[in-house]
């Protein structure tokens, strides 16, 4: 929304009523630019002294100097969507490069499977694009977390919206520089490696809506054994690690197609995991967030699982411990 040109309504002092304007006399008006009371609209405006924002005024804000400023508002960051439809779900997170990275969830209509979850890229000249994720979504309300990946040594964010299943991004982002048919070169001289993106799995890429997938070259600036020839993509597109996904049913100890995963949060590289319509929590082993298990004397680092007195409706950490918030009241 671009910003609206203000509208400032004051009482100006020694002001004295005329029949008409063009009798008017400069004597009878003064200039007022110190307004150390604000607005006010509760008081009868003709008690009130100079220097005084009365009702009329719109868009304006009185700042430390006491002088008016117009109200800075909102500005579209990107194209503005013609869906009408909210977002649900938001959340930033720092890469590996340290960039910061923005997604969101939304765009949910009445047809129910058009959902979308995007991020945030901005190009050298400023330029802001979203770029989708994922599409087809059934549900935007996104619950996300970050997390430690000690396999590939980067941060990643996991995220649930009600699936029985947990998927995690890492945020890496390049631009395409030439390819073959089997290759992909990035502009820069950082490796792919170093830009964030996987070595050692699940090695796919999204570029333009395009699934493609490597098999090596993460420690240069080319992707090998690239399938799907990417010579159909644009010189300049922007490369993306894809999402990965990873069914409740293929985790260890875990919670099972039934199970909707509703919320996720992480302490000391633990997962915690719940859902809204179930009153049993689950907690990961240290640094392996697909694995719930624990031994019948439990040892620390370990996984478990425990019963609530209500169903979870929050997590949150709080240095070494994680509050859980459930039903109504408690803690």
Do not use: C
Not at 17 to 23: D, T, W, Y
């Amino acid at each position: 929304m671009a910003n609206q040109l203000p509208k400032t309504v004051g009482r100006p002092q020694n002001y004295t009523a005329v029949g008409r304007l063009s009798g008017a006399k400069a004597k009878e008006y003064s200039i007022v630019s110190s307004y150390k009371m604000g607005y006010r609209n509760r008081e009868d405006i003709t008690n009130l002294p100079a220097g005084v924002l009365i009702v009329g005024s719109q868009n304006v804000l009185t700042n430390v100097s006491e002088r008016i400023q117009i109200r800075q508002g909102y500005a579209v960051d990107g194209a503005t969507s013609s869906v009408n439809a909210a977002i649900m779900g938001s959340y930033d997170f720092q890469t590996k490069t340290n960039g910061e990275t923005h997604l969101r969830a939304g765009f949910l209509t009445s047809a129910g499977n058009d959902g979308k979850l995007q991020y945030r890229y901005e190009d050298a000249s400023g330029n802001v694009t979203w770029y989708d994720l994922l599409t087809g979504l059934t549900s935007t309300s996104f619950n996300f977390t970050i997390y430690w990946n000690t396999t590939e040594t980067l941060r990643e964010t996991l995220f649930v919206n009600g699936s029985p299943q947990i998927q995690r991004w890492n945020g890496a982002t390049a631009l395409i520089q030439s390819s073959t048919v089997n290759t992909i070169t990035k502009t820069g001289t950082t490796s792919w490696k170093q830009a964030g993106f996987y070595a050692a799995g699940n090695k796919s890429l999204v570029i333009n809506g395009t699934t493609y997938t490597y098999t090596g070259g993460e420690s240069t600036t080319t992707l090998t054994g690239v399938a799907g020839d990417p010579t159909w993509e644009p010189i300049g597109s922007v490369v993306a690690q894809n999402v990965v996904t990873v069914l409740n049913t293929t985790m260890t100890s875990a919670p099972g197609a039934t199970f909707n995963n509703n919320l996720i949060s992480t302490l000391n590289n633990q997962v915690f995991l719940g859902s809204l319509t179930d009153s049993k929590i689950y907690i990961s082993k240290v640094n392996s967030y697909t694995d719930y298990s624990f031994s019948v004397v439990r040892l620390p680092g370990e996984g478990w699982n425990h019963i609530i007195d209500a169903n979870p409706i929050a997590f949150l950490p709080q240095e070494n411990y994680m509050y859980i918030a459930a039903g109504k009241d408690l803690w």
